[in-house]
């Protein structure tokens, strides 16, 4: 049972464009989302999480869009640069009691020059 | 600040072989999480430790799987016997407590095959 999906495996854009990663939910007690970013032989590293409460947070070029009614989740980078070339994981924290995070199964962006 | 450690890097055994993967955690941090990361797939929590005691093992194959972190701070994560399915990405995690779920810090990983 997969409750947290990210439907794209691979996505190329331009330098300079918009990113746009998706990710999708099943599970409506999730209470916190956030996104993880991989760089090859490294472990993910922390990027920017949004309250279940909330609709939107930002962070610099990075921003994460909420959609609790249709259990979608967004996150947006521009504009978008070289470095940002890299597998971003979206993850969802359960409620309390169950508090561990449930990954999706990753996005490969790669930014061309 | 250093980073959370982990040895060894790359693993090649055969089943039924038993294997070891260690973990330094970030100084001070007294949550550790160990996960696995299968091909294609999202990491998935293995067992997470509040210093010296078990939170959750609910996704660990206990049959095979054991962990344990004595005095609270590195840990040790052991496979034995091996099946193929367990060729993975094993990833250590460590955050300051359990309630800063996302200020999880990773380590590098062990990449085990098992042939």
């Known amino acids: 049972d997969q409750q947290v999906k990210q439907n794209s495996p691979s996505l190329s854009v331009q330098e300079g464009r918009i990113s746009i990663l998706n990710c999708d939910y099943t599970n409506s007690m999730f209470d916190y989302f956030l996104w993880y970013k991989k760089y090859p032989a490294e472990g993910p590293t922390f990027l920017i999480s949004i309250s279940s409460i909330k609709d939107k947070n930002e962070d610099g070029r990075f921003t994460v869009f909420l959609n609790k009614s249709a259990k979608h989740l967004s996150l947006h980078i521009v504009p978008s640069q070289p470095g940002d070339s890299a597998v971003y994981f979206c993850?969802?924290?359960?409620?309390?009691?169950?508090?561990?995070?449930?990954f999706g199964t990753g996005t490969r962006l790669t930014i061309i020059p | 600040e250093a980073g959370v450690a982990q040895s060894p890097r790359y693993k090649i055994i055969e089943k039924r072989q038993s294997v070891a993967f260690w973990c330094n955690p970030i100084?001070?941090?007294?949550?550790l999480y160990w996960y696995q990361q299968i091909l294609g797939q999202g990491p998935k929590l293995l067992i997470q430790f509040q210093n010296n005691g078990v939170v959750d093992d609910s996704q660990l194959p206990k049959d095979r799987f054991s962990a344990e972190r004595l005095k609270g701070v590195d840990s040790t994560l052991k496979i034995q016997p091996a099946k193929l399915e367990d060729s993975a990405v094993y990833l250590c995690a460590s955050s300051l407590e359990s309630s800063r779920y996302y200020e999880q810090y990773f380590g590098p990983g062990t990449r085990l095959t098992v042939t």
């Open positions: 100084s001070g941090h007294a949550t």
């Open positions: 993850a969802a924290r359960g409620s309390f009691g169950n508090e561990k995070l449930t």
